[in-house]
């Protein structure tokens, strides 16, 4: 059957045109509008800044750590991904509200009204203009839904609107052969019976086709960069998540190893070399897409059947690879988390019952808090994103609608993770807590324009406790000024002790000894103070 008659078979009356644009577009078009463009915006202007900002405490030279260098790289990879986003989902779904709101249906109308009819002349004008305003009905649908990345530029080739609408397509080309013209490009707005526009003619341009072709293979290359860059960034968030989960396991359960192993140095080169695994991983289904299109481009426009199959069948074993390898490292990372999280409850029980835990456990058990709560953040999402990639490249799909929902739901509390992850290790870390209150200080004071900075002055008086501690005068030393001592200062470089023996043993005889009251009364000396220092 000639699929290019206008009987029955395809029916374009106007009910019929308004229900698919109203279903098909401009439904999709609002929800990507009011998910993406307004909700996404609103969290990407919070969460660069909030970024940023992490960024900046987490540089700070005390919290240099291995895990602090994950962290970082999970921020950096944060602001990335939110800057990606604003080029592929919030520009493209503010473009598409704009379009969609010029998208007249006048036009519709007389596409309605004018129906194509196969026994017309050449000269007929009606003719004529039913082939513009199918073109510009077309173009303008093309042009909508082109911009619905990544997943709904292939709904032009599946659903019950986009099957129409490449069947309207063919049915043009296949009589602008007949007819021996071509059609300029018309605007995305309507044209009327009487437009000047469409009282001419043209002869054939042989290079008609050609341009078509070269628009979908700039189209489809475009779009294949996009999915490499957008791989990456994904992929690598993922990894970086189930490096965390390692370093926290490792430092946990082997402590002793981890000195050696986890060291700056060491985990800022696994970082890099992941990246650059990540790159190479994707880069050859990049290289074969644009090959793909550049050497078959008559390839890429294929109508589909009845259902829609969301994925290329060039794309298709790796889109199930890449969802396969992505649900094993969820997998494992939520194992090894589930680990650090039974370990992590044990050391909180020893945190309750022993009173004098040192401080470098607490920091330690504070950090594995912030980690495995950013890890159980993220993983949902990974996973959900994984399972969909996984159905879309296996199966086909006959309700659409629910689908692209569900996807686009998910990329928008993806981006929303990646935007505020700063909220979890700013407010759970008390390091970076710490770091803040002496940025905020520091900032405050020089405003205010005062001369001594927060940590000169704390310094200052720390060094004057340690001396009046550790001196022969007869101040009394408290036991629990000593123990502060011990533990909070480590191990006390800064204070020059080589020198107040060295005063100690040059004090002249006659003066003697002075012996603390603490001292005297425990039965030691000054001696016993200097072998304890």
């Known amino acids: 059957m000639n699929r290019c008659n206008t009987n029955s078979d395809i029916s374009l009356s106007d009910t019929s045109i308004t229900e698919m644009l109203s279903e098909d577009i401009v439904a999709h078009n609002d929800f990507l509008f009011f998910t993406f463009g307004v909700a ?66 006048d036009m519709l109308k007389t596409l309605s009204q004018n129906k194509c009819k196969s026994n017309v002349s050449v000269a007929s004008s009606s003719i004529f203009q039913c082939f513009k305003h199918i073109d ?62 469409v009282d001419f003619t043209f002869e054939a341009p042989f290079g008609a086709d050609n341009f078509t072709l070269d628009r979908d293979v700039s189209y489809f290359i475009e779009n294949a960069v996009e999915r490499f860059i957008g791989y990456t960034l994904v992929n690598y968030g993922l990894v970086i998540t189930f490096c965390l989960a390692i370093e926290r396991c490792v430092a946990i359960y082997f402590p002793f190893q981890a000195v050696r192993w986890l060291t700056i140095r060491k985990t800022r080169i696994s970082l890099f070399l992941i990246l650059l695994g990540c790159v190479c991983i994707h880069l050859p289904q990049m290289a074969k897409e644009i090959k793909f299109a550049k050497t078959t481009p008559s390839s890429l426009d294929q109508v589909g059947d009845d259902t829609l199959l969301f994925v290329e069948p060039i794309r298709q074993e790796y889109e199930q690879f890449y969802a396969l390898i992505s649900l094993i490292i969820c997998v494992a990372t939520f194992s090894l988390n589930i680990l650090v999280l039974v370990k992590l409850i044990i050391l909180h029980r020893r945190l309750k019952y022993c009173k004098h835990l040192v401080n470098a456990e607490r920091t330690e058990i504070n950090i594995t808090v912030a980690i495995v709560v950013l890890i159980f953040f993220q993983l949902p999402f990974h996973i959900m994103a994984s399972t969909i990639a996984f159905i879309q490249s296996n199966l086909k799909i006959s309700n659409v609608n629910s689908l692209l929902k569900i996807t686009v739901l998910i990329r928008f509390f993806f981006i929303s993770q990646s935007a505020l992850n700063f909220i979890i290790y700013c407010i759970l870390a008390r390091n970076c807590r710490k770091v803040c209150r002496i940025l905020f200080r520091k900032l405050s004071l020089s405003f205010t324009r005062k001369t001594t900075s927060f940590t000169h002055h704390d310094d200052k008086l720390m060094n004057e406790r340690i001396r009046r501690i550790y001196s022969n005068s007869v101040t009394t030393a408290k036991p629990t000024e000593k123990e502060d001592v011990h533990v909070r200062l480590n191990p006390l470089d800064d204070i020059q002790l080589e020198r107040l023996v060295q005063y100690e043993r040059n004090r002249p005889k006659e003066f003697g000894r002075t012996t603390d009251s603490y001292s005297s009364r425990n039965g030691r000396n000054i001696a016993t103070k200097e072998e304890y220092v």
């Open 40 to 105: 996404l915006s609103i969290i990407i202007c919070i969460g660069i800044p909030g970024n940023c900002f992490a960024l900046i405490i987490l540089m700070h030279r005390s919290l240099r750590s291995s895990p602090v260098s994950i962290v970082k790289a999970l921020t950096i990879h944060g602001i990335f991904n939110m800057c990606f986003s604003i080029y592929q989902d919030i520009i493209p779904s503010i473009k598409l509200h704009m379009e969609t709101e010029n998208f007249n249906s």
């Open 136 to 197: 510009v009905y077309v173009n303008t649908t093309n042009s909508l839904l082109a911009q619905m990345k990544p997943v709904y530029n292939r709904l032009v080739n599946g659903t019950t609107f986009g099957h129409e609408s490449a069947i309207i397509k063919k049915c043009i080309f296949d009589k602008l052969e007949a007819f021996h013209f071509y059609p300029d490009p018309v605007p995305n707005e309507s044209i009327s019976n009487y437009d000047s526009r």
